[in-house]
């Protein structure tokens, strides 16, 4: 009999404790948007340490190479998935259907999303403003719908929303973006809430400024456009957020950070940025 006392197990049995031990203490984040920028950095960080990893985005072979690489490099698994979370019966077609040893979900991160266009509200672009509110606002809501039977059923877990300054404060020629941030401040204040019967923790992010390829797809691919929003500055970096996500997800089971707001020094807010 070892059930007390480990040491006195012989070998095989500490091993098989040991390797039990592990399986239950590996943890599981599913991530949107890992193709990149904040959602990559924030998959390479859980995966450093030790997490198992859900990865999303529409770019294929981006997320493909991703698995690949944190599986070889860090030896957890990782689950790679591709749909756009604007879809929503392709959001519930995938995460209704998980493979079984993927349906324990300790946090969910969503991060997908983008700005597409800064124009005054009269000329902006009415495709544009659908595919942010599509994509930002609808896409939190699908993913986080689809996912919660899983959270629920597990008892617990986590929620992390990235949404941004621009949903603190609204700046000229922000109009649906920041809309679109505003109402994802909005959606993790009601989660939160209406939630707690559950004990899922919900934790919203604001980033201000941070040098991803968040401004190249603004720009639509103009890439000294894209440039110049980091010129004369050391903007926030995506190692940054995932850092922080981490930090908010290690913290003890009681204790649940509501909302981060989270600039590089040189930016104070939506509107005082010192180059
Ligand atoms: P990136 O453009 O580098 O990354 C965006 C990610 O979202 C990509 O992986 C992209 O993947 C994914 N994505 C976009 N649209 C969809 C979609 N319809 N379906 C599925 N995935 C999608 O930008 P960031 O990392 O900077 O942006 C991440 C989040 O952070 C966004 O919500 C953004 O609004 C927010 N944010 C960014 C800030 C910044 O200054 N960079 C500051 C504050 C907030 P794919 O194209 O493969 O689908
Ligand atoms: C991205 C930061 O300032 O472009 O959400 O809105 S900003």
């Not at 991703?66 to 998935?81: I, N």
């Not at 190692?239 to 981490?246: E, G």
Request: charged share 20%.
């Amino acid at each position: 009999m070892c059930s007390l006392d480990k040491s006195s197990c012989n070998p095989l049995t500490r091993l098989y404790l040991a390797a039990s031990n592990l399986i239950i203490m590996s943890k599981t984040i599913l991530v949107t948007g890992a193709s990149s920028g904040f959602g990559k950095a924030i998959a390479e960080k859980f995966a450093a340490e030790k997490w198992n990893c859900i990865i999303t985005g529409r770019r294929k072979e981006k997320i493909e190479a991703l698995a690949s690489e944190l599986k070889d490099k860090y030896q957890v698994e990782v689950l790679p998935l591709v749909f756009d979370v604007q879809d929503r019966k392709a959001v519930f077609a995938t995460l209704e259907n998980l493979p079984t040893q993927w349906q324990s979900i300790d946090l969910l991160v969503n991060n997908a999303g983008l700005a597409l266009g800064r124009d005054p509200f009269d000329q902006a672009n009415l495709d544009d403003w659908e595919t942010m509110i599509d994509t930002n606002v609808k896409g939190i809501m699908y993913v986080t719908k689809a996912l919660l039977p899983l959270l629920k059923q597990r008892g617990g877990g986590h929620i992390i929303n990235i949404g941004s300054t621009a949903g603190v404060e609204v700046y000229k020629d922000g109009n649906a973006y920041c809309a679109s941030k505003h109402a994802v401040a909005a959606l993790s204040k009601s989660m939160r809430i209406d939630l707690l019967p559950y004990q899922i923790k919900v934790t919203v992010i604001h980033p201000g400024a941070a040098e991803t390829e968040f401004s190249l797809v603004r720009f639509k691919g103009d890439e000294t456009k894209a440039a110049t929003v980091y010129d004369g500055y050391k903007a926030l970096q995506a190692a940054d957020i995932a850092d922080i996500s981490f930090y908010a997800a290690s913290l003890p089971g009681h204790v649940c950070i509501n909302e981060l707001v989270v600039t590089c020094t040189a930016q104070a807010n939506s509107f005082y940025l010192q180059k």
